[in-house]
């Protein structure tokens, strides 16, 4: 069955950087667009980025575009969010998403930007 592992999260002071990843499993990964999504408390999840298949296309949220940076690795089964220049108002759970026939989600990773 379709399984998305993230990690990567933790505490970081503003200013800072975080790379996650997302281990995909049960699907072909390289023949599906993959996402990135976040919640913070009490907010509805919203999208921050995507890539296409071969990572020739992606777009970012406007909120964090020119800081984050989404990619992937189709021989590893593996999608990437290197978050630079982390703010307050990036803090939240952090998921990474498929579209396949139904939306499938990982079980997330905690992204905390704190002084």
């Known amino acids: 069955q379709v399984r998305l592992v993230e990690s990567g999260g933790g505490l970081v002071q503003p200013g800072g950087s975080l790379r996650l990843s997302c281990v995909a499993s049960?699907?072909?990964?390289?023949?599906?667009?993959m996402r990135w999504f976040r919640q913070a408390p009490g907010q509805e999840r919203e999208l921050v980025a995507y890539?296409?298949?071969?990572?020739?296309?992606?777009d970012y949220a406007d909120s964090v575009k020119g800081r984050f940076t989404i990619s992937r690795d189709n021989a590893k089964n593996t999608l990437y969010l290197q978050m630079n220049s982390l703010k307050p108002e990036d803090t939240a759970v952090y998921y990474c998403?498929?579209?396949?026939?139904?939306?499938?989600w990982g079980q997330g990773t905690q992204v905390t930007v704190s002084s």
């Open positions: 890539i296409s298949t071969g990572g020739g296309t992606t």
């Open positions: 998403n498929v579209l396949r026939g139904t939306n499938y």
């Open positions: 049960g699907f072909t990964f390289s023949i599906f667009t």
